[in-house]
């Protein structure tokens, strides 16, 4: 199972599309009452649903690994961030194996950007966003506290990667990914 | 600040599309009662967490020795829980349940039992601080309860949107160590993880 195929690269626009999706779409459930949510939660899902998840980890691994020069604060987020993800990793991979599914090995799509930071605050913007996607969907109450785990650690690395870029550290009461005041443009 | 800065506003929006995440069946009265139970205290718990940190902030923001940067922070921090525990209270209601009333009253709660809000700027960043840290343990403790989909997800962006928080306030009190760090997983987590596999 391709994480490529699973993932497909999470683009600036596509992530305005998702936020307003995350919006609007509750609104036609509440007004048709008709969609079922608990059909959405299947355990025969979860194997893609999770590796979703592992593509990102892996991606973000492979940019907090390449960080050589940067100021101390990311260095020590990058550092904690490959920790935490080597963990992920692992324990994504056995979540899957539990779910009698195939465990990805393909990263999603590396984020391109300017310098390496900006280049890892990409890519976790990335896999907050893909892990949103999937949280509520999985049928374990594990699984989604596991995945809840590893959102608030991407968060939390973003926040210290854009105090060095110059960002705003904690623009928004409710994360999507990327802040939403740089998603609607303004 | 303004109270209705475009930021404000913007969370006041996604608190409304929170108001609004659950599936129209909820609302049925017949499953209501249902409803009520694990779920709602869990939500109950966390929007009794968001106005106690709302207050923290607004008191710390208005009585205390702040310079600018951590008075802009704690203004903004407020309306931020403001509007996660405006969120929540809204899917409390959907759910048929009637959410805590909110106090101005610092001694309402019991995790502002020792606050001072006219405190020194390092006491009410350390005193706000662990305050973050309960609310990021609160949230990963009760996720496993919010059983609705959109629930768990609003969950997620509410709780990851304090450990930005909590990065933030520790590099304006120049901690040491880890600003990234957060606090040990929940231990429930492993418990459910054996529950659900059968083990």
Known sequence: MSGQQNVPRITRRRMVVASGAAIGAPLVLAACGSDSEEEERSESNDPDLLNAVLAQHLAVLDAAGALRDAEDVALDAADLLTTKREDSVGQLEAFVAEADGEATTEPAEAAQAESEVEAIALQLEDSIEASLEVIGNLSAAAYRQAVHRFITEDAAALAALRSVTGGEIAPDAFVFGAPTSTEDGG | ?199
């Open chain 2, 1 to 199: 600040m303004s109270g209705f800065t475009r930021r404000s506003l913007m969370g006041r929006g996604l608190a409304s599309a929170g108001a609004l995440a659950l599936p129209g069946s909820l609302v049925a009265a017949e499953t209501a009662s249902a409803q009520a139970d694990d779920q709602t205290d869990a939500l109950e718990r966390l929007i009794v967490g968001e106005q106690a940190a709302e207050l923290a902030y607004s008191l710390g923001a208005e009585e205390g020795d702040l310079d600018a940067r951590a008075s802009m922070l704690f203004e903004e921090f407020s309306l931020h829980s403001e509007d996660r525990g405006a969120a929540l209270s809204e899917a409390m209601d959907q759910l048929l349940v009637d959410p805590p009333d909110k106090s101005s009253d610092p001694d309402e709660y019991d995790s502002l039992e020792d606050f001072d809000p006219a405190g020194s700027q390092e006491d009410l960043l350390a005193f706000i601080t662990d305050q973050e840290l309960e609310l990021l343990s609160a949230y990963e403790e009760e996720v496993s309860e919010l059983d609705e989909p959109d629930l768990a997800r609003t969950a997620a962006q509410a709780a990851a949107s304090h450990a930005q928080a909590l990065v933030a306030l520790r590099l304006l009190a120049k901690e040491k160590g880890s600003v990234t760090e957060l606090p040990a997983p929940s231990t429930s987590a492993t418990d459910s993880a054996e529950e659900d596999s059968g083990s």
